[in-house]
């Protein structure tokens, strides 16, 4: 029902913004059978697919509803969505605003991530075409007077609400795993900035930052594990330490990296120990439809997201 709400607020919106952009007679036009042109950037295949895949069915429900609602009010309406998948590439996500500029579309929904919207913007700022992200979360995006719009609080808020939950919990040292890209690096950034700010005792380790192309996790791994057991040798007990993982649909391997690599420390990975993940991880479909890396996720999940499930998603 959130999902159905949301997408009727959004397109509501678009129908709002056309009719603001066309001027004249709002009723006119309204009973004027008019197709609107909607652009949708989302990831429909590759790493990240699932929220891609739920944005274009949540906009086929709103789409019915709303077109529904317009002929039985005032003549009716229709819309004219046009999909592309970036595949979780920025630089398709650019090709596809330019081919959905030349169609005439002047907004788009999507696309999902921050590395994607920090590559159209400057196209979508200087064309006026106005992007409504509804996954992007990083907080150099937060800027005034731009064409893009997100649904999703920064990761400046998302920092707030993990890192208090990795406090209620009595973590006090993290060792950060994180994806190199615009969204993961400012995850990284701020729940860092969030968790030192907290004072003496609560420390961040220098972690593991991979590059998006990395299929092989094992350095990765071996690294975190090695911080680990750097930090219990200097006397920190092992269940205040934790893993904090700002990732996509690569959790996957990573866990399964945890699970198999041979390094000795590794040990560290595989005992009881609490992971933390970001919004990219919660409610991966490929980390769900894995067995082993959903086994590997639940063992570590903290006692407090079993209690209070909508942080288990931050």
Same mark, same amino acid.
């Given at each position: 029902? $959130?999902?159905?709400?949301?997408?009727?607020?959004?397109?509501?919106?678009?129908?709002?913004?056309?009719?603001?952009?066309?001027?004249?007679?709002?009723?006119?036009?309204?009973?004027?059978?008019?197709?609107?042109?909607?652009?949708?950037?989302?990831?429909?295949?590759?790493?990240?697919?699932?929220?891609?895949?739920?944005?274009?069915?949540?906009?086929?429900?709103?789409?019915?509803?709303?077109?529904?609602?317009?002929?039985?009010?005032?003549?009716?309406? #229709?819309?004219?969505?046009?999909?592309?998948?970036?595949?979780?590439?920025?630089?398709?996500?650019?090709?596809?605003?330019?081919?959905?500029?030349?169609?005439?579309?002047?907004?788009?929904?999507?696309?999902?991530?921050?590395?994607?919207?920090?590559?159209?913007?400057?196209?979508?700022?200087?064309? $006026? &075409?106005?992007?409504?992200?509804?996954?992007?979360?990083?907080?150099?995006?937060?800027?005034?007077?731009? $064409?893009?719009?997100?649904?999703?609080?920064?990761?400046?808020?998302?920092?707030?609400?993990?890192?208090?939950?990795?406090?209620?919990?009595?973590?006090?040292? &993290?060792?950060?795993?994180?994806?190199?890209?615009?969204?993961?690096?400012?995850?990284?950034?701020?729940?860092?900035?969030?968790?030192?700010?907290?004072?003496?005792?609560?420390?961040?380790?220098?972690?593991?930052?991979?590059?998006?192309?990395? @299929?092989?996790?094992?350095?990765? @791994?071996?690294?975190?594990?090695?911080?680990?057991?750097?930090?219990?040798?200097?006397?920190?007990?092992?269940?205040?330490?934790?893993?904090?993982?700002?990732?996509?649909?690569?959790?996957?391997?990573?866990?399964?990296?945890?699970?198999?690599?041979?390094?000795?420390?590794?040990? @560290?990975?595989?005992?009881?120990?609490?992971?933390?993940?970001?919004?990219?991880?919660?409610?991966?479909?490929?980390?769900?439809?894995?067995?082993?890396?959903?086994?590997?996720?639940? #063992?570590?999940?903290?006692?407090?997201?079993?209690?209070?499930?909508?942080?288990?998603?931050?």
């Amino acid at each position: 029902m $959130n999902i159905r709400f949301v997408s009727r607020v959004i397109v509501c919106g678009l129908v709002l913004a056309f009719i603001g952009q066309a001027g004249g007679d709002q009723s006119a036009q309204l009973h004027s059978q008019r197709v609107f042109k909607v652009g949708v950037i989302a990831t429909l295949t590759g790493s990240g697919f699932t929220l891609g895949r739920d944005t274009v069915a949540a906009l086929q429900i709103a789409e019915e509803q709303i077109e529904a609602d317009a002929i039985s009010q005032h003549g009716g309406y #229709r819309f004219k969505f046009f999909v592309r998948d970036n595949q979780h590439d920025p630089s398709k996500a650019l090709e596809a605003i330019q081919d959905l500029d030349k169609r005439g579309v002047q907004i788009i929904i999507g696309p999902q991530t921050s590395s994607a919207v920090n590559m159209i913007k400057p196209y979508a700022d200087a064309h $006026n &075409i106005l992007v409504i992200s509804q996954g992007s979360t990083a907080s150099s995006l937060s800027i005034a007077g731009d $064409n893009i719009f997100r649904l999703c609080p920064d990761d400046r808020l998302e920092a707030d609400a993990i890192v208090a939950l990795m406090k209620h919990d009595g973590i006090q040292h &993290i060792v950060p795993l994180w994806r190199n890209d615009a969204g993961n690096n400012g995850l990284h950034d701020s729940v860092q900035a969030k968790f030192q700010a907290l004072g003496g005792g609560y420390t961040v380790a220098a972690g593991f930052q991979y590059e998006p192309t990395t @299929t092989d996790f094992t350095a990765a @791994t071996s690294s975190i594990a090695s911080q680990i057991k750097s930090l219990q040798d200097g006397g920190a007990q092992a269940s205040t330490i934790a893993v904090y993982l700002a990732a996509f649909d690569e959790v996957v391997d990573v866990f399964h990296s945890a699970q198999t690599n041979s390094d000795p420390n590794a040990t @560290t990975l595989r005992s009881p120990r609490h992971w933390y993940g970001s919004d990219g991880v919660a409610l991966s479909a490929a980390l769900t439809g894995d067995a082993n890396a959903a086994a590997f996720a639940e #063992r570590r999940l903290p006692k407090s997201n079993l209690r209070t499930p909508r942080f288990a998603a931050e």
